[in-house]
């Protein structure tokens, strides 16, 4: 029951409080802290989320504008822009980073089996693929790209079971993308799907030998001799699907077994595409379904980039940004699973709409999302006579 809760607050119950606590133990975030606990840091970011707050004076005019209502949310007074800057400075990013990865669990549990394709298939799928997030270099001098550009990337390994990130790694932008593959944790038997830029024939022989399966696009040079052909039907957009072996000096040598390469023709899109994979005992066409799954990354990273302060920073140095960036992962996290506990179907953005306009409203989460057109609603039967009534 709400008991006069805020939105607000009933968000913030679906959080592990205790495993929150435990993180904040564990890097000593609270260490001579008197009055802004990394606690209540936590809370004021996420309502800078959720309310899209373009900057710490922004946030600061709605916290005092808000601060009847505050208390019983969980955030003791209104915070200073200063004193939310320096938190952002000095509070340890891995308290939020690791608290993502607790928030990532519970996640993945509620959306296990919702991908019906990979439910059928009977095996675990991740995209990985990196965004850039363009940078001013002269307020970031950290976050190089170019000579008069700055960016970090953020690298993610998306579950495709619900869209779940379940790792994430920040960079500046001068690290290339394939050198992500050497941080992850290879996943016996589960599939590895990833763009062009990840075709490292060291790397992927890695993935081999730790008995993950892969499937990348081809690029257009690669040098190898057909081995053996199998039949397909190329009313399906199949053109071939082949056993091949790698005849370049280095490639050869860094990827010495056979690989299985599949052309397929999309008709939606006119488009042809060149698949290498490991794996020999999946269908054909369920392998370049699988690869079209991949763009369920792709819409994550502009779902995040559009309705979440991902693009304008608090703060200027790594370690706020870091800060910002995981409590951005954890409030995506939360609508996700807000979303799934409350059962209604209700879209993430729709969720993350209707949380912007009613935070501090005093009404339960299920009310929020009932649709009643009271201008249609039949009035009773009723004994009482009408007066006019011939």
């Given amino acids: 029951m709400n008991n006069g809760r805020t939105v607000f607050s009933q968000l913030m119950s679906f959080l592990p409080v205790y495993e929150l606590k435990k993180c904040i133990t564990r890097y000593k975030g609270d260490h001579r802290v008197r009055t802004f606990t990394c606690r209540e840091h936590f809370y004021v970011m996420c309502f800078a989320q959720l309310t899209a707050r373009e900057s710490l004076r922004d946030i600061e005019s709605c916290l005092t504008a808000l601060s009847g209502k505050l208390y019983h949310s969980g955030i003791k007074r209104p915070v200073s822009r200063s004193t939310l800057a320096d938190a952002n400075e000095r509070r340890d990013w891995r308290i939020y980073a690791d608290f993502a990865q607790v928030l990532i669990g519970q996640a993945r549990e509620l959306y296990r089996g919702d991908n019906g394709f990979l439910k059928e298939i009977d095996q675990t799928a991740y995209a990985l693929d990196s965004t850039a997030i363009d940078l001013c270099l002269n307020l970031f001098p950290w976050a190089r790209l170019l000579k008069n550009k700055g960016a970090v990337k953020m690298h993610t390994l998306l579950d495709l079971e619900g869209s779940i990130p379940v790792f994430i790694d920040f960079t500046d932008g001068l690290v290339h993308d394939v050198n992500i593959l050497d941080r992850i944790v290879i996943e016996p038997g ?36 057909r081995v053996y052909s199998r039949a397909v039907d190329k009313a399906t957009g199949l053109k071939y699907d082949q056993t091949v072996a790698l005849t370049g000096h280095h490639s050869k040598q860094k990827y010495p077994e056979h690989l299985r390469r599949i052309k397929f023709h999309d008709v939606e899109t006119g488009k042809t595409f060149v698949f290498l994979t490991n794996n020999f005992g999946l269908d054909a066409l369920d392998i370049a379904k699988m690869y079209k799954e991949r763009w369920a990354i792709e819409l994550f990273f502009k779902w995040i980039k559009q309705h979440l302060r991902i693009k304008s920073f608090y703060g200027y140095s790594l370690n706020a940004v870091s800060c910002q960036i995981w409590i951005v992962i954890c409030t995506y996290l939360l609508v996700a699973i807000v979303g799934k506990r409350l059962g209604n179907g209700t879209g993430l953005h729709t969720l993350l709409q209707v949380f912007n306009l009613t935070v501090f409203e005093k009404t339960p989460l299920n009310e929020l999302f009932t649709n009643k057109n009271y201008t249609n609603m039949e009035t009773p039967n009723s004994y009482q006579l009408i007066l006019f009534d011939l």
């Fill in 190 to 225: 589960a599939f590895y799907v990833m763009d062009m830029a990840y075709t490292d024939f060291e790397r992927l022989f890695r993935i081999h030998r730790e008995s993950g399966c892969f499937l990348v696009r081809a690029k257009s040079n690669m040098a190898c001799r």
